[in-house]
């Protein structure tokens, strides 16, 4: 039987991926984190010393692409070929260009329908999968669409949270990612059917729960 799908869009910094992990581990569900595949490639483009702003280049590394995706009990492993790349995805380097990346039509084309494969193949109950395009693209026949967002000042501030004092950048590189990333997908405004969660007001284990109670009310409302 098909999994229950939830799909959660949203901007940078919108707590897509924690919120998602921790909703779906509470929900008994899967959970697939898309942006990890769109880092991948580019962590490639990147090895190979390739142009990621040459379109042709970076389909021609598609063919080469042999990514492998695991969830831990610490999180998303991550595997290009043989190398591990969890943590190399998420550096400044990768993050910096990835829009470039997300950009060529047929490299949306092709990790979306590896994307369908891998909600297709789950044998749990249901997934959680995050990104920019879930609810519109990827599965917009999700039972559960959600677009989660916060204003842009406070994710802003939970990212610099994360990160060492110093990186005076992060408002700038979060701001230019979104900027660039909404010129290929919409993802600041809910699509007919979603449901938006604004968690700027929320804490951490308030706006998880948010999610879950969505998931009940929809899948099992009585
Ligand atoms: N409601 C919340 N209250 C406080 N902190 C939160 C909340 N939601 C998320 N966070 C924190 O905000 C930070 C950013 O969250 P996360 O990395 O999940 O965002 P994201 O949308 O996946 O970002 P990106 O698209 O850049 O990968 C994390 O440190 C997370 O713990
Ligand atoms: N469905 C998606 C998911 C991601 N992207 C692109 O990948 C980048 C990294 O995503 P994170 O969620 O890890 O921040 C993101 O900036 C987009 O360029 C996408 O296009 N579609």
């Given at each position: 039987m098909s999994p229950v799908v939830v799909a959660v869009d949203g901007p940078a910094g919108s707590g897509k991926s924690s919120v998602s992990k921790a909703a779906a581990r509470e929900l008994g569900y899967a959970y697939l984190d898309t942006g990890a595949a769109y880092r991948a490639l580019t962590w490639l483009a990147l090895e190979r010393g390739a142009?990621?702003?040459?379109a042709a280049a970076v389909v021609a590394l598609l063919s080469d692409f042999d990514y492998c995706t695991e969830l831990t009990e610490t999180g998303t492993a991550v595997r290009v070929g043989e190398a591990v790349v969890t943590d190399a995805i998420r550096e400044p380097r990768v993050s910096a260009v990835v829009s470039d990346i997300a950009r060529v039509p047929e490299v949306r084309r092709a990790l979306n329908e590896a994307f369908r494969r891998l909600i297709r193949a789950s044998d749990a109950p249901g997934i959680v999968v995050e990104g920019r395009?879930?609810?519109?693209?990827?599965?917009?026949?999700?039972e559960v669409r959600i677009l989660l967002t916060a204003d842009e000042d406070v994710r802003i501030a939970r990212r610099s949270a994360e990160l060492?004092?110093?990186?005076?950048s992060t408002a700038q590189q979060l701001s230019e990612r979104d900027r660039r990333d909404a010129q290929v997908v919409d993802f600041l405004t809910a699509a007919p059917g979603v449901t938006t969660i604004d968690?700027?007001?929320?804490?951490f284990p308030g706006t998880v729960q948010a999610v879950v109670d969505l998931v009940h009310a929809t899948i099992s409302p009585h």
């Open positions: 142009d990621t702003a040459d395009d879930i609810t519109t693209v990827v599965a917009p026949d999700a060492a004092p110093g990186a005076a968690s700027t007001h929320l804490d």
